[in-house]
């Protein structure tokens, strides 16, 4: 069965600084998507970053890039540059074959001034 | 070009009652998920309507229930409501493989 875990459920970082979240998935596929979503106070949430497991490269978004290891199911986000608009629940997400997605419990950043 | 939206953005509604939460995908997309979210975790699949039919479901009890209309917007029914089901429901949409998410809808059930 598929499982997200993110074991961090909260972390902090100086404005500036560099912060990495990590996420832990399981599944018997080869070919599928990861993501990491962030959801602010105001609840809305936000596509930051999606990886597609047949591509080696890691994806990169700004500021906002992944360490994608395939063989160790690990897919860690790192947020270089924090800025206190990027205070957030961040959710990683695991999808295949366009079904439903699983999402990890988040991990909730605050990023210090 | 307007993004997922959901009405409403809040509800209250008592035990036993019956709530209907709406969703709009966003313009080119013909798939609809619905997510239930509890406070502090991670957003929990409920199921999910392409072309009008139920494609997949999570686990969830038959009071949950839905419905995709031509435009591919949707409803998500829930019946008998129970306390438990206070949550932030999630509607996302997506033309290929990457969901997009509305605000969400706030239930609290009394």
């Known amino acids: 069965a598929q499982t997200v875990t993110q074991s961090q459920p909260e972390m902090s970082v100086q404005e500036a600084e560099t912060v990495t979240l990590s996420c832990t998935y399981d599944?018997?596929?080869?070919?599928?998507?990861l993501f990491w979503y962030k959801q602010p106070p105001s609840r809305q949430m936000i596509l930051v970053i999606r990886q597609e497991a047949y591509k080696q490269q890691n994806a990169t978004e700004n500021r906002f890039s992944v360490n994608f290891q395939k063989a160790a199911k690990s897919f860690s986000l790192k947020i270089s540059d924090s800025q206190l608009g990027d205070a957030a629940m961040y959710f990683c997400?695991?999808?295949?074959?366009?079904?439903?997605?699983?999402f990890g419990s988040g991990t909730k950043l605050n990023v210090k001034p | 070009d307007a993004g997922v939206t959901q009405s409403p953005t809040h509800l209250i509604k008592t035990r036993g009652q019956q709530v209907t939460l709406r969703c709009s995908p966003k313009?080119?997309?013909?798939?609809v998920s619905w997510y239930q979210q509890a406070l502090g975790q991670g957003p929990q699949f409920i199921f999910q309507y392409y072309e009008e039919e139920e494609r997949q479901r999570g686990n969830f009890p038959d009071r949950f229930s839905g419905h995709q209309f031509p435009n591919y917007s949707s409803e998500l029914n829930v019946n008998a409501l129970l306390l438990g089901d206070s949550a932030l429901y999630l509607c996302?949409?997506?033309?290929?493989?990457?969901?997009?998410f509305g605000p969400g809808t706030r239930l609290l059930v009394l």
């Open positions: 313009s080119g997309h013909d798939t």
């Open positions: 997400a695991y999808v295949y074959n366009f079904n439903k997605f699983y």
């Open positions: 599944t018997s596929e080869s070919d599928y998507y």
């Open positions: 996302a949409s997506s033309g290929g493989e990457t969901q997009y």
